[in-house]
């Protein structure tokens, strides 16, 4: 089993900087497709940026030249860097990963742009 917890949420200008983080309860490098998706209002859960199983990272269009996926090995993490948020970036952020065949998500963060 695998307990994903996300932090660094809030609420930020547009143009501005926010850094989410992903601790998971065990070594990230055992659980696969380890990423993060999001969910705005009204609208379905998509893809934000993941790390493949064979080491390629997968960025959404809309944010490939603003967000950027990281991960510590040390502290069993995985962190997004968003930049020049958006409104259309509002949404609840997710941590997703797999493990032994099951899918696990974290309980989400909240990210809201607005000035």
């Known amino acids: 089993q695998v307990q994903l917890v996300e932090s660094g949420g809030g609420l930020v200008q547009p143009g501005g900087s926010l850094r989410l983080s992903c601790a998971a309860s065990?070594?990230?490098?055992?659980?696969?497709?380890m990423g993060w998706h999001r969910q705005a209002p009204g609208k379905e859960r998509e893809l934000v940026a993941v790390?493949?199983?064979?080491?390629?990272?997968t960025y959404k269009d809309s944010v490939k030249d603003r967000f950027i996926i990281s991960r510590d090995n040390a502290r069993n993490t995985v962190d997004l860097q968003m930049n020049s948020l958006k409104s259309e970036d509002t949404a609840v952020y997710y941590c997703?990963?797999?493990?032994?065949?099951?899918?696990?998500w974290g309980q989400g963060t909240q990210v809201t742009v607005s000035s």
């Open positions: 997703r990963g797999g493990f032994r065949g099951h899918i696990y």
């Open positions: 065990r070594d990230i490098y055992s659980i696969s497709d």
């Open positions: 790390f493949r199983s064979d080491g390629r990272i």
